[in-house]
């Protein structure tokens, strides 16, 4: 994961438990993230984030493994820099094709696999 996308998830975090203390969360719930985003998310919504976060973390590491610019991929993958800017600050809810276009010259794929429990 990124120093920039780590950052901007730390700065939400911290934001977060500082809200849950504005708004009277009971002290126990606020130490830890793990409490708080139970909390405030379903299982299903966390588990959805955890993918998100995977799958952009191995989509920068790739590019950069490769040492290629957002701009060289968006000439491999006819996907626009700018889209590709937001995929990997995740604020983009890419579609499918979109995801496997940019993964494509990077040498990766996408597979459905078990959960792991």
Do not use: C
Not at 14 to 37: C, F, I, P, Q, S
Not at 60 to 66: D, G, L, Q, S, V
Not at 74 to 103: C, D, H, Y
């Amino acid at each position: 994961m990124n120093k920039q996308y780590k950052d901007a998830v730390n700065d939400a975090k911290t934001k977060l438990v500082d809200y849950g203390k504005r708004h009277g969360t009971d002290e126990k719930y606020v130490d830890e993230w793990e409490a708080l985003e139970k909390q405030y998310f379903t299982s299903e919504e966390i588990s959805e984030s955890d993918l998100r976060v995977a799958l952009i973390s191995e989509i920068i590491a790739a590019r950069n493994e490769k040492g290629i610019t957002q701009k060289h991929l968006e000439k491999l993958s006819g996907v626009k820099q700018p889209v590709i800017a937001r995929m990997e600050r995740g604020s983009a809810n890419s579609t499918l094709s979109t995801v496997l276009k940019v993964l494509a010259p990077l040498g990766k794929t996408l597979r459905v696999v078990p959960i792991e429990r």
